[in-house]
C-alpha cells in the first residue's frame, strides 16, 4: 500500500491522539497545577538529581525559620517557587533557588521577627501625602498572586485604590551579570488595566512625576536601607508575563523604562548603580530647568520617606549598618566556572556603570 494512500487512513487517529494529549494536559492543568508546572516547565532539568535534592532541602531549612513561620503558613506554595517560572524567562531551577535562598536569607538577615507577618496583615505605608483632594501613598507587601516576578510588591494607590504595582526581589549579583555582592531585581512594574485617566490625574498631581518613577524613587529607599548598590531590571524579552502569559495584555515597554535611568544593559538585565546618576541641572533647558528641579525634589522625598519607613522595620542593630546573613544562611555561590560578569563601580554618588555599552543619562519622568 503507498504512502498516499495510507495518509487518510492515518490523519483521524493522529487528530485523535492530539485531541486526547490536550485534554490530558488540561485535566492536568485544572487538578493538579502544582505538578503540572514541575513536570512542564523549561529548566527544571538543568542539575543532577543529588544537587537539586540538597538545594530544594537547603531551601525548605531556610523558610522554616521561626521569622518566615507566616509566610510559609499563608503560602506553602513557597517552598516550591523554583520549579515554576521565577523572576526572569532565562532562569533555570538552580538560579531559581538561589534568587529564593538570597533574598530570604539576605532579607531575613535585617528585617525583624514579626516583619512578613506584618506586611502579610498590614500592608505598610513606606509613603502618603495628600495633594489637592485625593490622597496618595505608597505600601510594601508580598505579592501572592504573581509571586513569580518578584517576593516584594510596592503598590502606588490613590484614594486606597491600586494603580500599579513594581515587584523585585534581592538576589545575588552575579545572577544579573554584576559583580555586586547583592542587586534589587525588578521583574514586574504594570499598572491597573482601564485606569488611563486616573494614572494621567495622579501623575499631573504628583509635580509631573509619573507612577512608575515613584515606584522606583521608593525602591531606592528600599535598597539604600539594605545597602544594596544595584538595581536590576528585566527587559522586555526575559519580562515573564508578557511572554508567557498570553492571555495578560501587558503593554508596559521595559526597555524604554529602563533607558531613562542612568546604566548599562547585560544580556537580559538593564544595570543601575546607586545612586541614580542624573543630568547636571545646567545641561537642562531653562525652560525646563525649574520643573526639573521641583520633579527631582518630590521623587527625593518619596526616596527620603521610604528608607526612613523601611529603616523603622529593621532589626534595631540593623538600623545604622549594613546586614548580612551568617555565615550558616549564606545563599548559594556563583557557579562553578563563574559567569560572564565584570564589577560594577558603586562607591560613588556619581558613578556610571561602565559595564556593557554606552552610559545613558537618566530622564525626569
Known sequence: MSLPSIAPLVRPWILIATD?????????MRKFPLAYEILFTPGNLDERLLAAIAGHRRLKRLLDQPALAALRADHPEILYRPYRRYLARSFGKSRR???????????????GDTFFQHLLQHRPCLWQQQLGAAHFAIRISFAPALHHEGDLQLIFLVDS????????SITPGWLVDCGAADALLIARVQGVTG???AIRRATKACRDVTPPALLMSAVQGIASALEVQVIAGVRNHEQLTANVDAERNVRFDYDAFWATYAGSESRAFHLIGLPVTQKPLSQVTSAHRRRTRLKRQFKRQVAEAAEQSFRAMLKPQQTSRPCRPSEGSQPLN????GGDTQPIPTDHASVLLQYRGEIVHAADH
Open 20 to 28: 486526547a494529549k490536550c485534554a490530558l494536559r488540561e485535566q492536568l
Open 97 to 111: 533557588r538561589a534568587a529564593l535562598l538570597h533574598h530570604y536569607s539576605r532579607v531575613g538577615a535585617c528585617v
Open 161 to 168: 485604590q491600586p494603580l500599579y504595582y513594581l515587584a523585585f
Open 195 to 197: 485606569n488611563f485617566e
Open 334 to 337: 556563583e557557579p562553578e566556572g
